[in-house]
Nanobody, 117 residues
């Protein structure tokens, strides 16, 4: 089993910055993809960004140029640096870890991000 714990959410003003962290513990496979997803009220969960264990990153169009995903493989932690945030970025942000060889996905509980003045 794998446990994922997110942190760093909160209230931020439009145009501000926030950094989310997600630490994984338990049975960690060295080959994996870690990602951030979000779910806004009344909407479906959507991909924000993913990062593979070999260094590739992928972003949703609506965060390109504003958000940056990064990893510390030694700490089994993934980060999401959120800059120039907008009210429409308000959502619960959840991280996951995916093992392609086992086709298994584990999810964290999520952290609330609210962008408001």
């Amino acid at each position: 089993q794998v446990q994922l714990v997110e942190s760093g959410g909160g209230l931020v003003q439009p145009g501000g910055s926030l950094r989310l962290s997600c630490a994984a513990s338990g049975s960690i496979s060295s080959i994996n993809t870690m990602g951030w997803y979000r779910r806004a009220p009344g909407k479906q969960r959507e991909l924000v960004a993913t990062a593979t264990s070999d260094g590739s990153a992928n972003y949703a169009d609506f965060v390109k140029g504003r958000f940056t995903i990064s990893r510390d493989n030694a700490k089994n932690t993934v980060y999401l640096q959120m800059n120039s945030v907008k009210p429409e970025d308000t959502a619960v942000y959840s991280c996951n870890i995916y093992y392609p060889t086992q086709q298994r996905t584990f999810w964290g509980q999520g952290t609330q991000v609210t962008v408001s003045s």
